[in-house]
């Protein structure tokens, strides 16, 4: 069994206990523990269940790379599945379960997938389920979806209470990773005097070397990380950073950093996560490295796990994963377990090696302590269930005879390291084979490259491909050092130095035993989660899944979200021996970031509920709330759709409000509406081009509606402009388009007319706008005194500048429906008190406020175009008929050649008409117009279409717009228009123009 | 061809797998081929297929620069929905769409086409109105879709929030009938099956030029040599434009990145596809049971499949407004592909300024819902000279001005 020994445990405090639960058993824990020693602690090796047959999982690893021990975490709105007990640290209270299982983790239904295993092999739902095709959906997908997924799924409900932030951080030398090569980078990049950030995804530094170095500088490990912290943190130009992981190495030296700050203390104020968004100049890995499984028959029995985590547990949380350890090996690394098992009073039955006669100083120590050494040995096979209970010992050489039963309830393995790449690799650092080491290492000479092509990722200490101490202090303090050159500082100081043991060289092992039968084979986990074994990717070889990305979307291998921190240089191995190819040839599959999964709320960040994005405010927001608005989302804006009076309903609403303004007076908050101030000698002939009126000509004071088209000669945007003198013109883009039409302009300007002299410049913050619309309307303004707005002063399509109750204005005689209509734009600061004033003044002439749905209708009873309506990026001016807004006399305008294109000058378009439903009604949004027959693909031919349709209060009657083929020319005729449920409105084609057809009630 | 079944699978468990046979043949290239298909992604594969299965044409060889289905095929998030806007384009991927319902027979290979459902949500009264017109296309064109009050949406998507503070959800378009495919099965299935036919699917060989005598073509340069064909199918997305310069043309097309990202697996949560385009993102959950997230592209052109890292932001950010309980998930991995874009956001099926060269492009953010039904015009199209599924999609549409706007439906990348 697992427990807590004696010995005391770096890194925990055995002077706070502390508790938590797992499956609703109260635990006991000290400070310091992560939950997978916890668990451990208290002899729960059973953890979890596999994916795929729902094998029983335990404890593997004691860090990142941990496939095995995900857990649900917390409860309610704190609910987080998937997290990884080897990196999560308990905290009093914390509450933990297992995951997928049913009904518990002890005894599990799904565990019969393990038995029908020989029926399940790699990609076997690509060929089952094929028949009869009905069943795939009604009963086959939903069964495999039954099965999916690990942990439980949040409650739909969910509301995340914590709060999560970005900090972005510019750097000379970002170092990630706190073991000794990172802490050694810094010391190098640091006193060099370059700006360095150092991270530690853990919540201590000094990584391995603590529990497997000797001494450094000739102190003890732990003392000499103690020192170089100290000298770290007395230069100020050295931020230290731990539990924060380098999460991607994106391009230009962008680095994601994930920090987590209240996980290990539960429930608190204050952001959760933290995301670091960090420009470094230079970025060095010292990411370390990771122990590889062995590939044996039951190496998946919990019980089963690295050499390195269990003398972590031990040494690190004094906490023994089991009483009778067998280390089974094929180098030296894993004699340190032995020898660390051996000092915390565990008895070791046997080291397997699969090397026939290395002997070296390690290895004389173990030896020497008593502990039989098998060399030139394997295991054939696991013994146990849901635990270990022993290893049957075969000849590496053979086929698996067993020659010897050991009983045992851990099974410490090494196959080796190899070095953390994912960092390097995220940007396109290239890797090169090691022959020595049998890994996959950074090869210098392809790193990744920043914009001025020079390499901006430097890999350091084991993450370079060092194992050895000395050698990873070494490299390190190089790798610091031209890291800070790299930037521009000059390196000083001498590396720190630690001696290496003498170690027999590794033997690359990938398959225990070497001729092992396929029913060991199918028993040999590569990916414990996914459930993928050697056998699996032996099958995809044999079906021709060669490449090794095939072979991993075909088994699932390293798919799990582990994302084969484990398995994958053990199961391209294993492809590279079936495709009878050198491993290097058969290559990696692409590393991704994050290197461990980091949250959404993170990612996310500050934004959400009310600020999720920008929220943009017209001046007069707060009041349109306090008189009962109802919203509309315009972009960022929020616009009155309507304003509901008590009991009425939203169409009541807009209703009253059209009635209102054509009767009376209306007030209508245009401030969104987009606000561009176009100067400079060349403004004129730069607006002719924009624009397919003629705009030079128009004489400062007065306004011109004009068109805006796309290169491909498509209406894109319409306003008003209004010069205000020679060299300013002022144009007003739609709500929608402020923004983008702001930028059109500036691309054209920077990019083909860069020589011309015109500046633009965004001012719709800058105002406020009030259309203020009625019969009425000049009785109001006359009211508030301060200009004359009478129409001999102030004309149609005239502009003025002026005050109005003592509050300077600038006043547009424009109108968009139909009535007598002022647009007012005041500063921004005064924009409500203006609107104040003309509501209060207001009362006397019945005035109301209307929103954007009135707006629409007053605009539709005039038969005026909305872009985005009427428009869809396909029409073009000649289309509404706007043929007087096209300019013959320019010589060009933007869109003016391809509206000369074939299908722009064809006869046969839709173009603009008026519809009028013969009973009244109104048609449906987006209805076509049915024709003769159907198309060569068989749908139904159409001949025109909706554009815009409304319930007209004023006329009584449900009114439209749309596209209609050869419209014009077909007035009177009636069409159909088919509903989706199959019933049809009939319309006539009529005039666009409904109320007020003179165009009277404008111009007075 | 050895037929896939269950019983298949305990025949051969019984002999430890052993029997399986390759799924498709490593053949080397012939000399000379009828026609020669650049491209090993799901398009292309399809063009082969339908070739041989509808015009007997099997002297057929696909050339892969990579691993066949490694491009946009093996990387999308693989919604699967017809209910496009203008004519010609619902035509082409309702095809396809019916085409899927049947591919897993068709090839002897499950492709898990699982039609859940798509839903396109509308969050703003301008989308209210536009779903409306697209359901109204729908309907004439014989679209299955229907819009759908909010109320059905959250009994649809429990997980939803649909009434956020911003943008409330105010309807959507359903289209009971979309839903979601395994990319790489259809890469796979398609490969098997025209490797069955005798075709050549050769991977790991780029081509590297396009032979042409008296405008034209002869046949292609490869990384293993020259190879003659009669006609020439170029099918390679994301490079089209590389392409079509060997072959002395020029396309309107942009490349540029377009992201994706997974969650962890958790337990099935949400059966339907959404799509947010206000927000801009969109979000189905696999199989497996990861979240699969995606949205829009990066605004330059690139070729590196990854993109920046704003984007991922602005999508999660989307979709944990949309769907709270996000939150507390994690990303697992994020990538990216290279889309190929036109102007009007429509593909280009068409015949190319050289003779027997054939271009399928152009299908950007969205070309995996509609493999089988390009496979399928592009097929008549190279044997016939014209396609009623292709013929609007011509390149002479950007010369005329007659485009097929997508734009309007195809506000977010999926
Ligand atoms: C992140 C992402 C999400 C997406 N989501 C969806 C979605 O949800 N739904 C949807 O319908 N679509 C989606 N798409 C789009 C879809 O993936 C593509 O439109 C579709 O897969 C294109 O298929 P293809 O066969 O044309 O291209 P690809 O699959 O890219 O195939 C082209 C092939 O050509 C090869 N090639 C290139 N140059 C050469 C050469 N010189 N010689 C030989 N071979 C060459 C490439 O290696 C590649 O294999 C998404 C795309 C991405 C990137």
Redesign the pocket.
């Known amino acids: 069994m697992s427990t807590r020994l004696q010995t005391k445990g770096r890194l925990v405090n055995r002077d706070r206990q502390i508790s938590f639960s797992f499956n609703g058993k109260r635990l006991k824990a000290y400070e310091g523990d992560t939950l997978a020693s916890a668990l451990l602690a208290n002899d729960q090796m059973l953890v979890g269940r596999s994916f795929k047959y729902h094998r029983p999982r335990g404890v593997v690893a004691s860090g990142a790379e941990e496939p095995n021990a995900l857990v649900n975490l917390g409860e309610g709105h704190r609910f987080e599945p998937n997290a990884r007990a080897t990196t999560t640290e308990v905290f009093d209270g914390l509450k933990a379960g297992s995951q997928n299982h049913f009904p518990s983790l002890e005894f599990d239904v799904g565990a019969i997938n393990q038995h029908l295993s020989r029926f399940l092999p790699a990609g076997f739902y690509y060929k089952m389920f094929i028949h009869p095709r009905p069943l795939w959906k009604h009963v086959y997908e939903p069964f495999i979806r039954q099965s999916a997924g690990l942990g439980k799924a949040p409650d739909a409900e969910t509301r995340d209470p914590d709060t999560y932030e970005y900090f972005h951080a510019h750097t000379d030398v970002l170092i990630i990773g706190g073991g000794v090569a990172g802490l050694t980078a810094a010391l190098a990049a640091g006193r060099a005097g370059a700006q360095v950030i150092l991270c530690e995804q853990t919540a201590d530094w000094g990584g391995r070397a603590a529990v497997d170095g000797d001494e450094i500088d000739g102190m003890p490990v732990e003392e000499w990380i103690k020192n170089a912290l100290q000298e770290l943190e007395s230069m100020k130009n050295i931020t230290l950073r731990t539990r924060m992981m380098g999460a991607g190495v994106y391009d230009h030296g962008y680095v994601l950093c994930y920090e987590r700050l209240t996980d290990h203390i539960g429930p608190s104020e204050g952001p959760r996560h933290r995301l670091w968004k960090v420009r470094a100049k230079q970025v060095v890995t010292a990411t370390g490295a990771i122990e590889r499984p062995l590939s044996f028959a039951g190496n998946d029995i919990p019980g089963v796990m690295l050499a390195s985590a269990v003398r972590d547990y031990a040494i690190n949380y004094g906490v023994s994963a089991g009483d009778r350890t067998v280390v089974v090996t094929n180098n030296d690394d894993a004699y340190r377990t032995a020898i660390a098992m051996l000092d915390a009073g565990l008895s070791v039955p046997a080291v397997i090696d699969v090397r026939a006669t290395p002997d070296t100083p390690l290895i004389e120590r173990v030896k020497s302590r008593g502990v039989r050494v098998m060399q030139g040995m394997a295991i054939a096979k696991v013994k146990g269930g849901k635990r270990v209970t022993g290893v049957s010992v075969c000849s590496q050489a053979g086929e698996g005879a067993v020659l010897e039963d050991i009983a045992c309830d851990v099974v410490a393995m090494s196959g080796g390291w190899s070095p953390v790449v994912h960092l390097w690799s995220h940007c396109g650092g290239k890797l090169t084979w090691d022959e020595a080491g049998a890994f996959f290492r950074p090869d210098p000479t392809r790193a990744p490259l920043s914009f001025d092509g020079t390499p901006f990722v430097i890999a350091a200490g084991s993450a370079n491909g060092e194992m050895d101490e000395g050698a990873v202090l070494a490299d390190a303090y190089t790798m610091g050092q031209e890291a800070a050159k790299r930037v521009g500082a000059t390196p000083k100081g001498a590396a720190p130095t630690a001696k290496d043991t003498a170690q027999a060289p590794l033997l690359p092992v990938w398959m225990m035993p070497q001729g092992a039968s396929y029913k060991l084979r199918s028993k040999m986990w590569l990916d414990y989660q996914n459930d993928v074994k050697v056998s699996d990717v032996q099958l995809a070889a044999q079906e021709g899944y060669e490449s090794v990305e095939h072979t991993k979307r075909y088994t699932t291998l390293g798919m799990a979200t582990d994302q084969g921190k484990l398995s994958n240089i053990n199961g391209l191995a294993i492809l590279a021996q079936e495709l009878n190819a050198p491993i290097p040839q058969v290559g990696t599959t692409t590393f991704r970031p994050p290197y461990t999964p980091i949250s959404m709320g993170a990612i996310a960040g500050e934004a959400k509920g009310e600020i999720f994005q920008p929220l943009r405010r017209t001046p007069m927001h707060d009041w349109h709330e306090a008189h009962g608005v109802y919203w509309e989302p315009v972009g960022h804006w929020r616009r009155p759709y309507c304003y509901p009076q008590s009991g009425e309903s939203h169409e009541d609403a807009v209703n009253r409000e059209v009635v209102n303004t054509r009767e009376n007076l209306g007030l209508l908050d245009a401030s969104t509406l987009g606000k561009l101030i176009v100067k400079g000698p060349d403004a004129g002939k730069f607006l002719d081009m924009l624009y397919t009126n003629m705009m030079s000509t128009l004489k400062p004071g007065r306004c011109r509606y004009g068109l805006m088209c796309s290169e491909n000669g498509f209406l894109m945007d319409d306003g008003v402009v209004a010069r205000i003198d020679d060299d300013t013109f002022l144009c007003h883009t739609t709500s929608g388009g402020a923004d983008h039409i702001h930028a059109h302009m500036e691309e054209w300007l920077q990019t083909e007319w860069w020589d011309w002299q015109v500046h633009v410049a965004n001012v719709t913050e800058q105002y406020g706008q009030i259309a203020v619309v009625g019969p009425k309307a000049r009785d109001v303004l006359q009211s508030l005194g301060g200009m004359d707005v009478s129409k001999e002063a102030l004309s149609f399509m005239g502009w003025a500048d002026g005050t109005l109750g003592g509050i300077p204005v600038r006043i547009f005689r424009i109108s968009f429906s139909g009535e007598l209509s002022y647009e007012i734009a005041v500063d921004a600061g005064r924009a409500q008190e203006l609107w104040e004033l003309l509501h209060a003044n207001g009362q006397q002439f019945g005035v109301m406020p209307y929103g954007t749905e009135a707006l629409h209708i007053l605009r539709a009873e005039k038969g005026f175009i909305m872009i985005g309506d009427e428009t869809d990026g396909t029409v073009i001016p000649q289309d509404l008929g706007l043929h007087w807004a096209l300019s013959k006399k320019k010589a060009d305008y933007l869109g003016k050649r391809a509206q000369q294109r074939t299908h722009m000058t064809d006869p046969d378009r839709w173009l603009l008409v008026g519809l009028e439903t013969v009973d009244g009604s109104v048609i449906p949004d987006g209805a076509y117009a049915t024709g003769e027959g159907t198309n060569a693909n068989g749908q139904k031919v159409v001949q025109g279409r909706v554009t815009s349709t409304y319930y007209s209060a004023n006329l009584k009657r449900g009114i439209a717009m749309g596209l209609v083929l050869n419209g014009p020319d077909r007035m009177g005729e009636q069409l159909t228009f088919l509903k989706t449920d199959g019933t049809a409105v009939h319309a006539r084609i009529v005039d666009p123009v409904f109320y007020d057809k003179e165009g009277v009630k404008q111009d007075v | 061809m050895k037929k896939y079944s269950a019983f298949a699978i305990a025949r051969e468990a019984a002999r430890y797998h052993q029997g399986w046979e390759r799924a498709w043949a490593k053949r080397a290239p012939k000399a000379k081929y009828d026609v020669i298909i ?7 594969l399809a063009t082969a297929y339908y070739l041989g299965k509808n015009f007997g044409i099997t002297n057929v060889a696909v ?4 691993w066949l289905g ?4 093996g ?6 929905r017809s209910n496009y806007l203008q004519d010609p384009s619902a035509a082409i991927y309702e095809k396809a769409r019916s085409l899927y319902e049947n591919l897993s027979q068709d090839l002897n290979y499950n492709i898990m086409f699982s039609p859940r459902g798509v839903i396109m949500l509308a969050q703003t009264h301008h989308e209210v109105r536009g779903y409306q017109r697209t359901a109204h296309a729908n309907a004439l064109q014989g679209v299955k879709t229907e819009w759908i009050s909010p109320s059905q949406v959250k009994k649809l998507v429990p997980i939803m929030n649909i009434e956020g503070p911003r943008y409330p959800v105010l309807g959507g378009l359903w289209q009971a009938r979309g839903g979601t495919a395994r990319h790489d099965a259809v890469a796979w299935g398609y490969a098997r099956a025209c490797s069955d036919m005798g075709m050549d699917i050769i991977q790991q060989t ?2 590297t030029a396009i032979k042409r005598e008296g405008g034209k073509v002869t046949g292609v340069s490869t990384t293993r040599g020259d190879i003659a064909c009669d006609k020439l199918g170029i ?5 089209s434009g590389v ?1 079509a310069d060997m072959a002395g043309f020029r396309l309107p097309i942009e490349s540029v990145p ?3 990202l997974v969650s962890e697996p958790i337990k099935p949560c949400m059966d339907v596809v959404v799509m947010a385009n206000t927000v801009h993102g969109y979000m189905s959950q696999s199989d497996k049971g990861e979240m699969v997230i ?1 949205g829009g592209t990066d605004s330059h052109n690139a070729y590196t499949q990854r993109g920046s890292f704003h984007h991922i932001e602005e999508t999660v950010r989307a979709l944990c407004e949309t769907f709270p309980m996000l939150s507390r998930l994690k990303m697992l991995r994020q990538w ?2 290279i ?1 190929d874009v036109t102007g009007d956001r429509s593909p280009i099926l068409s015949k190319t300024p050289v003779d027997g060269v054939f271009i399928n492009c152009g ?8 493999i089988p039904g390009s496979g399928w015009g592009m097929a008549e199209l190279i044997a016939k000279g014209h396609s009623p599924l292709t013929d609007e999609f011509g390149l002479d549409r950007f010369v005329e001005g007659r485009f097929i706007d997508e734009s309007v439906a195809a506000g977010v990348a ?1």
Do not use: M, P, S, Y
Not at chain 2, 38 to 44: I, K
Not at chain 2, 235 to 239: F, L, Q, T
């Open positions: 650049v491209g090993a992604g799901g398009h292309g050339i892969e620069k990579g490694g491009g946009n095929t990387r999308n998030t693989t919604i699967i780029e081509v099918v390679v997305a994301g490079h392409l377009l992201q994706a995606g990216g592909g889309v299908w950007g953010t969205g070309g995996f819902k509609a999926h």
